[in-house]
C-alpha cells in the first residue's frame, strides 16, 4: 500500500519562499511518475508540476520559472521548491504516485499573505 505525506506548507509574505516535501512509503516512488497539485478554495483541483522516473518535468503555465520539482530516489522523497510566491498560490498542496492509480497524499496548506 502507497502512502504520502506531505510537509513543508505554512504562512508566507508575497516574494518569499517555500520547500514542501511528499515523503512516499510502501513503493519504490523514484520509479514511478509522481506531480504535485493544489486546490484553492472554491476552486477545482489543478495539477501543479510533474515529474516523471528518468526526471523529465513538466509545469503548469501559472509556475514557470518560479516552482522547481524535483526527487531523491534514496529518501524517497518528493520536493516542489516554490520562490516569489503570490496570493493566488494561496492553496491546499497534494503530492501524487501513479502506480496502477492514482495515489493522493493529506495534503499541506500553503497561505501567502500581504
Known amino acids: 500500500q502507497v502512502q504520502l505525506v506531505e510537509s513543508g506548507g505554512g504562512l508566507v509574505q508575497p516574494g518569499g519562499s517555500l520547500r514542501l516535501s511528499c515523503a512516499a512509503s510502501?513503493?519504490?516512488?523514484?520509479?514511478?511518475?509522481m506531480g504535485w497539485y493544489r486546490q484553492a478554495p472554491g476552486k477545482q483541483r489543478e495539477l501543479v508540476a510533474t515529474i516523471t522516473s528518468r526526471g523529465s518535468t513538466n509545469y503548469a503555465d501559472s509556475v514557470k520559472g518560479r516552482f522547481t520539482i524535483s526527487r531523491d530516489g534514496a529518501k524517497n522523497t518528493l520536493y516542489l521548491q516554490m520562490n516569489s510566491l503570490k496570493p493566488e498560490d494561496t492553496a491546499v498542496y497534494y503530492c501524487?504516485?501513479?502506480?496502477?492509480?492514482?495515489?493522493w497524499g493529506q495534503g499541506t496548506q500553503v497561505t501567502v499573505f500581504s
Open positions: 510502501g513503493r519504490n516512488s523514484s520509479i514511478y511518475p
Open positions: 501524487t504516485l501513479t502506480v496502477l492509480r492514482v495515489y
